[in-house]
């Protein structure tokens, strides 16, 4: 089976909160009746993200359509979970004309391209391309790499140098592995700040790749799919900080959990909350559900920091209980109790005191 023949796979990749959902989302939208299957992968025991995209109202996008595996990295459960869910996807009455990957925020891509060499896939599927998605202000900043200008200068001194800062080798990988990036939330940054991201991560590549600005995922699916880069044949340019491993790797210097919280007095006082705990306990990430009293949508929240979003995305039913989840995300040592007890505290009892 030629490459042609075989059923195309676009891997979204980036960091925590860069966007990846709001991308996946823009694309089944303009899917013009396409047939697209969408694996999601979460970091954490709550799929927040494939309830983002069923509840998204994207007409044709069947139930059954998004697959969510939530039992860890894609990376770290390759032969356990991913495989069986490709060979399923591919012996389907109706299989998918193409196949979308989101992958969890913390994971290596290098991995997942290898996975698709198994003798299983391999004559079935191609990987059309690898997206990595940024968020432009965070990447400004250097939240996800101390100094993109120093490590570039120190890779290129030194190929074989092992970072201290596993955010930084987590940024670097899904750099490297890029067929296309999409800087997105562009609309944050002026256009000198944009030019000096574009070039740290120009810097950082190990070989050219083409970077398109953004807005809230906003970007043609014609220019997101079709890539024809049958990436799996092409490991050898696309590095790791892993290889060594040939593979394997954790995330023991990450962790997760989720927080049930109550209903909310209003979302001005809710988002306060959560900016509040995620400068007060470096949280690196946080999103989920929530309701709001006397609103009948659910509110939806995602925050990379302190910056966040919010939406109400769906009616609630009169069956749900009125309270959230919400899934917090940092590096090891998060004082959970802590984190716990503030999201979770009635908002009547704090309002009056």
């Known amino acids: 089976m030629t490459a042609s023949t075989r059923v195309p796979v676009t891997i979204i990749t980036g960091f925590l909160g860069a966007g990846k959902t709001t991308l996946l989302r823009h694309i089944l939208q303009k899917a013009?009746?396409?047939?697209?299957?969408?694996?999601?992968?979460?970091?954490?025991?709550?799929?927040?993200?494939?309830?983002?995209?069923?509840?998204?109202?994207?007409?044709?996008?069947?139930?059954?359509?998004?697959?969510?595996?939530?039992?860890?990295?894609l990376c770290c459960t390759v032969a356990d979970d991913f495989l069986p869910t490709m060979e399923a996807l591919l012996d389907r009455a109706d299989p998918p004309e193409h196949v979308v990957i989101e992958t969890s925020g913390l994971a290596l891509p290098k991995p997942l391209l290898k996975a698709f060499g198994w003798p299983t896939v391999r004559s079935r599927m191609t990987v059309d391309g690898v997206i990595t998605v940024l968020d432009a202000p965070a990447v400004a900043s250097g939240r996800f790499a101390d100094d993109p200008e120093a490590v570039a200068k120190q890779r290129e001194a030194d190929p074989s140098l092992d970072h201290d800062n596993p955010l930084a080798e987590v940024f670097e990988d899904q750099l490297n592995a890029a067929d296309l990036i999409v800087l997105n939330k562009t609309d944050l940054l002026d256009a000198a700040q944009l030019d000096a991201v574009e070039a740290e991560i120009t810097t950082l590549c190990p070989r050219p790749v083409r970077i398109i600005r953004a807005q809230d995922g906003k970007v043609d699916p014609a220019v997101l799919l079709g890539l024809g880069a049958e990436a799996e044949a092409d490991l050898q340019s696309r590095p790791s900080h892993h290889d060594a491993e040939d593979g394997e790797h954790e995330h023991d210097d990450f962790e997760s959990f989720v927080v049930t919280v109550p209903e909310q007095l209003s979302v001005e006082r809710f988002l306060t909350l959560l900016q509040d705990v995620a400068a007060r306990y470096d949280v690196l990430r946080m999103k989920g559900f929530a309701s709001v009293q006397g609103k009948p949508m659910r509110l939806a929240v995602q925050g990379v920091g302190t910056r966040f979003r919010h939406e109400f995305d769906r009616p609630l039913t009169a069956q749900e209980a009125r309270t959230g989840r919400i899934v917090v995300i940092g590096q090891k040592g998060l004082d959970q109790a802590a984190i716990t007890a503030a999201l979770a505290a009635d908002p009547s009892a704090t309002s009056a005191g």
Do not use: M
């Open 32 to 73: 013009q009746g396409h047939r697209i299957a969408v694996v999601v992968n979460e970091f954490g025991s709550l799929g927040i993200d494939g309830e983002i995209l069923r509840g998204c109202g994207v007409e044709g996008c069947r139930e059954d359509d998004i697959v969510e595996l939530t039992n860890g990295c």
